[in-house]
């Protein structure tokens, strides 16, 4: 919702002004900044399958509380739990995938290579597409 010009007209159709719309589009993007190193460590404890399924439910599920919101300050709110579920699923979805490479998951990891196109300048021919 946040890379849709539809949270800002949401937004101002709650009465929220420019600062706060900023305040509910940025608390996505701090939620994740504060709790992506502790979903990690959860998926550790907890499993990485079981946490990624409790992540993708949150994920899923969460959306829908876009329908109940009438104030700015249950969008917030939202907005919040939004980002709390993307904190969780994002880490802990790459940790998954690196963990059923194998091997070759270690090299050629999510975000090793800045994208396809560059890997060509910087890699040698055999492992510009992993």
């Given at each position: ?7 800002a ?16 589009v ?27 399924f409790?992540?993708l ?11 109940a919101v ?9 907005r ?6 993307t904190?969780?699923y ?6 998954v ?6 091997g070759?998951?270690?090299k050629c ?5 800045p994208s396809?196109?560059s ?6 021919p055999?492992?510009a597409?992993?």
């Amino acid at each position: 919702m946040a890379r849709t010009p539809v949270l800002a007209l949401f937004a101002a159709s709650l009465g929220a002004g420019p600062e706060a719309l900023g305040f509910a589009v940025a608390i996505y993007t701090i939620t994740g900044i504060f709790f992506k190193m502790p979903a990690g460590v959860l998926a550790d404890v907890l499993g990485k399958t079981r946490t990624l399924f409790i992540g993708l439910a949150c994920f899923a599920l969460i959306p829908f509380a876009y329908l109940a919101v009438s104030t700015y300050q249950a969008l917030v709110v939202v907005r919040f739990f939004h980002g709390f579920a993307t904190a969780i699923y994002g880490p802990v979805s790459m940790a998954v995938i690196v963990g059923m490479a194998g091997g070759a998951g270690r090299k050629c990891s999510p975000g090793s290579r800045p994208s396809p196109s560059s890997a060509i300048w910087w890699a040698p021919p055999w492992e510009a597409f992993c």
